[in-house]
Structure formats: structure tokens, C-alpha cells
């Protein structure tokens, strides 16, 4: 063990680039693409540091070509969720006795590989794999995974520093254990960072893991995988399987060594997974940890004083980024009568400009929707909007599947405050917009509130400050990451914790000390110096 309490190096925000038009980074990222579209890759699983190959063969599709084929992975079944389970229990306890400073070295050095020589690597397979164009592949596969790297360790050290006070004649403290069992992770397809920081944030504590990527993600999760590897991470500490998710939850939350899941995902599943959890209670060794992030309903609700351009553009951003694929994409949105020409003619022009396509074109600001499924939902709505009394298709509406998965970016304009499409988790690029009486500002508040069982993110915009407080206690329970005068997206690692309640998950918080509490089991040690040698005290006489 080490002599010394280290410090670990300073944490700055990972740098985004630009990838201007004509610049050596825009060509590399799209040389590495093309090289990466043309391979045909082959994906096993990785169990004890060990590949698996299976006889099941899956294809791996490209969203914005769906006939493309460049690879395929293997597909697992629950013998290997019983190894994988097996040999993390068989590493814990070694990586567990391993000094923090040496189990965290390992992330910093894969944070130095994304930055540098993974960072083209990272980012072609997740625009390949997962439809991003270049600037929302930087901010979330390189930018946004460093950064979850680099900051977990600074918060690692910080928790570890936290100890308590002690009396005259005694001596207090704290370790933070890892959890006595096995972590699960399971991750979704639309971020690539939180892909890979839920299990690393686990095993940085000494934990072990076994990781469940979303089948949609495997290109990038594999080179994840790869890094974790060449940074030096031993043989059984995170095990990454492909294998169905129902018959996985199943059997990893059947197991008496079960001690935590790290899930990021749909309410539906999350809730699901909860019950079972409850059911099998009685198995368990201890307690185990559930932290969930997962959808969201999210509002942009704009007061008269607000200035319509920063409101519109604000909505596009905020809709339109990826696709409408993040949990924390601007859905529905509320603009007071007085302002709506206004923002409408703003939104109208900034919509006639953005260009829709796969993200080998860097000027395609919009790429496809993640798969078949996501593309007939979207459609749904927008064929619904089209035909409804309720509603009417102000932008867009264009839906063709005949190379990619791609739906234009879409505005609905509803009549109805309750209209569907305002109510529901679509998941996808279309907005829905109310316009109210500015009168009812304050009768709009408490409408945003209640509209949705969801409170991730919210934004208002408002240069009247005395509405900025209104809305800011209106809603202090709908919307776990709250903007003014700023889109709903885009939280920083280090900058703005990430997280909501109600149906949106357990606000644990990803890129704080927060959500790194979860993973630890506190244990206190008091020892006293002199101790007593008879039971009397003073007040005995």
C-alpha cells in the first residue's frame, strides 16, 4: 500500500474541437470513418479479459444505411452471464486490496487514450454505429467520456479525504468499501460516455462488473473495451456480454451476490427491474444499490419578456440535436401568445437551413434515428398530428426509410395542452408546442408541472427576473437539471450534475461525488487510546 495520501493530477473540461470545415481534425475523423464503414469488424464478448465467440452471429447495422454491412458481433446466452458473474466474484477480491491510486491510474491512462490516439477511433464508431455527426460524437464520445474519467478520479480522492472529527483521547475514520458482491451495468445506445462510465465509475471503487451494452452501441462499447484493456485493466473486473436484456436481468438479479445496478435506460425496464429486485429481496447478502437514469418529457417554457430569437433557437437545438435522442432533448414546449409570430418565423428560418443525412457530411446537422423501431414510432406520431383536430404539423413531417432511418425534424403545433405528443416520451426529433395566453403565465407553470410523470430537464426563458423566480420554485420538482435562458441539454461533467426524479430515475446525479457515494459501503473505525478500566462513571460517585 502506498506511503502517502496522493494527490491526483488537475481536472480541466476535455477541450471540444471544432472540426471546421477544411481542418486536419474534420478530415481525419471522416479518413478514420470511410477506413471504419469499409471494414467488416468482428465483435466478442470479453469475459475474464478473455474473447468469447458463440455460434450466433448478429449484424451489425449502420442506422444511416440500414443495408450496410460492416460486421457483426456474438451473441451470448446465460451460461455466459454465469461466467462472467463467476470470474467477478473470483477477481474482487484482489482488485478490492489493490491501493485506489493503482486501480485509478488505470482510468487516467484510458482517458489519455481516448484523448489522443482512441479519439478518431471512438468517434467514427460511434457516428457509424449510433448516427452522430461530428460536433455531438465529440462532445459525447471523446469530450464527455474523458472528462467522466478524469473528474471520477478527482472525486474518488475528494471522498476518500472525507473523514471524521475526533474527540480528546480517541482517533475517528471512515473506508469506503466496495459494495460485497457484483455490480451490474446496463447502458443505452445514445450516449457513448455514459455507456462507458457506468461500469468504470463502479469499478474505480473496487468494484467488480459485469456490463451490459445496449446492442445498439457494441461498435463503440467493443473499442471501450479495448481501451480499458491497453490502459491496463486485470482480467475479470469488468466483463462485457451480449445477450438478451429480459433473461440477463433475470438471472444476474436472482443472484445472493447481486449488490448494485448502475442502469441507464426506459422507465418501463428500470421499473421492471426494481420489482424484481424487491422479489428477490430475501436473497440477497445485503442491501443492494439502485441507481437509474432514464426518460424524460422535457420542457422549454418561455415568459412574454423572453427575446424570441434565443427561444427558437433554444427549441432547435435543444429538439432537433441528435435527433431528439436525449433523455434531456427539449419535447414539448410552451410560448406565450404575445411571442409566438415572433419565434415561429425565427424557428421557420433556422429550419430551412439545417440539412439532413449521414454524418460522413459534416454539414448534416440531423442524421438518422437509431433503428426500424424509433423510425415507426416517430412516424406514428407525426401521421397522427397530421389527421387530429387537436393538432396540426406546422414543421416538417417527412419520414424515408428507403437507405436510413431518417425523420425530419418536425414541429407540432397542438390546440390541446394534453395532446399526446405534448404528454408522451417520443424519443425522437419532433416538438410539440402550446401557445398560451400570457395572461396564464402562472396557470402555465403549474400545467408544466403536472403534464408529465417525468423531471429531468426544464429550461425558462425570461429576461423578467421576478418570473425567472416564479418558475424557479413553480417547478422545483419537474425538472432535476433546471436552464435559464439556455437550452435543456448538454450538462457538463464537473459543471452541472446530471439527473432527475419522479419518472426520470433516482437523481444520483452522474459526473459528481454524488453518484460515486452509491458505490461504496462506509465503514467507521474509533480507536480509543486509554480505554476505561472500571464501568463507573463520574455521576456513580
Known amino acids: 500500500m502506498t506511503k502517502a495520501i496522493s494527490d491526483v493530477p488537475v481536472v480541466l473540461n476535455e477541450p471540444v474541437r471544432t472540426y471546421e470545415p477544411g481542418s486536419s481534425e474534420v478530415n481525419n475523423l471522416i479518413s478514420t470513418y470511410k477506413k471504419m464503414w469499409n471494414e467488416k469488424v468482428e465483435i466478442p464478448m470479453i469475459i475474464n479479459g478473455k474473447q468469447v465467440k458463440t455460434d450466433t452471429k448478429v449484424q451489425l447495422q449502420s442506422p444511416q444505411d440500414h443495408a450496410h454491412d460492416f460486421g457483426f458481433y456474438y451473441k451470448g446466452d446465460m451460461s455466459h452471464v454465469d461466467e462472467a458473474i463467476n470470474t467477478a466474484l473470483a477477481a474482487r477480491q484482489k482488485w478490492a ?12 491512462k484510458a482517458a489519455d487514450l ?8 471512438i468517434n467514427a464508431a460511434t457516428m457509424i454505429g449510433q448516427s452522430k455527426n461530428v ?3 465529440e462532445i459525447d464520445a471523446a469530450c464527455e467520456f474523458i472528462d467522466f474519467l478524469r473528474f471520477n478520479v478527482e472525486f474518488v480522492r475528494e471522498m476518500y479525504a472525507e473523514q471524521p472529527i475526533s474527540d480528546e483521547g480517541m482517533w475517528n475514520r471512515v473506508e469506503y468499501r466496495p459494495l460485497e458482491g457484483f455490480t451490474f451495468a446496463v447502458t443505452p ?4 460516455a455514459i455507456s462507458g462510465n457506468l461500469p468504470s465509475c463502479m469499478a474505480m471503487l473496487g468494484n467488480v462488473v459485469l456490463w451490459k451494452p445496449s446492442d445498439k452501441q457494441i461498435f463503440s462499447a467493443n473499442i471501450i473495451m479495448e481501451v480499458f484493456r491497453e490502459a491496463g485493466l486485470p482480467d475479470g473486473v469488468i466483463n462485457m456480454v451480449f445477450t438478451d436484456g429480459k ?11 447481486f449488490a448494485g445496478l448502475h442502469f441507464t435506460g426506459s422507465t418501463k425496464v428500470f421499473q421492471s427491474m426494481w420489482k424484481q429486485i424487491g422479489d428477490n429481496i430475501h436473497k440477497y447478502k445485503t442491501y443492494p444499490r439502485i441507481v437509474g437514469e432514464t426518460g424524460g418529457k422535457d420542457f422549454v417554457i418561455a415568459h412574454p419578456s423572453a427575446h424570441p430569437e434565443a427561444v427558437a433557437t433554444g427549441l432547435v437545438r435543444g429538439a432537433f440535436e441528435y435527433q431528439g435522442q436525449k433523455c434531456s432533448a427539449a419535447s414539448r414546449a410552451y410560448i406565450p401568445k404575445s411571442l409566438w409570430n415572433a419565434v415561429k418565423s425565427s424557428m421557420e428560418a433556422q429550419l430551412k437551413t439545417i440539412k439532413i443525412g449521414s454524418p460522413e457530411d459534416p454539414s448534416n446537422f440531423v442524421n438518422a434515428v437509431i433503428d426500424k423501431n424509433s423510425f415507426e414510432k416517430c412516424k406514428g406520431y407525426i401521421e397522427r398530428a397530421k389527421s387530429s383536430k387537436d393538432a396540426e ?5 417527412n419520414c424515408d426509410d428507403s437507405k436510413g432511418w431518417f425523420v425530419e425534424p418536425t414541429v407540432i403545433l397542438a390546440s390541446d395542452a394534453h395532446y399526446e405528443s405534448i404528454c408522451e416520451e417520443i424519443f425522437g426529433p419532433i416538438l410539440s408546442i402550446y401557445v398560451y395566453e400570457d395572461e396564464d403565465w402562472s396557470k402555465t407553470l403549474k400545467l408544466v408541472d403536472e403534464t408529465s410523470p417525468y423531471a429531468l430537464t426544464g429550461a425558462v426563458f425570461s429576461q ?18 433546471f436552464y435559464i435562458n439556455d437550452k435543456p441539454t448538454g450538462a457538463v461533467v464537473g459543471q452541472q450534475p446530471f439527473g432527475g426524479a419522479r419518472a426520470s430515475g433516482t437523481n444520483d446525479k452522474a459526473g459528481s461525488k454524488m453518484n460515486l457515494m452509491r458505490w461504496v459501503s462506509v465503514r467507521t473505525i474509533k480507536e480509543t487510546f486509554n480505554p476505561p478500566k472500571n464501568y463507573k462513571y463520574p455521576y456513580l460517585g
Open 135 to 137: 460536433h455531438q460524437t
Open 247 to 257: 433473461e440477463t436481468a433475470e438471472k444476474v438479479l436472482q443472484h445472493p451476490d
Open 97 to 108: 486490496d489493490l491501493a485506489w491510486e493503482q486501480r485509478v491510474s488505470i482510468f487516467l
Open 464 to 481: 423578467d427576473r421576478y418570473a425567472i423566480e416564479e418558475a424557479y420554485k413553480a417547478l422545483e420538482n419537474a425538472a432535476g437539471n
Open 114 to 121: 481516448f484523448a489522443g490516439p482512441y479519439r478518431d477511433k
Open 189 to 192: 445506445f445514445n450516449f457513448t
Open 393 to 397: 404539423v406546422i414543421f416538417g413531417g
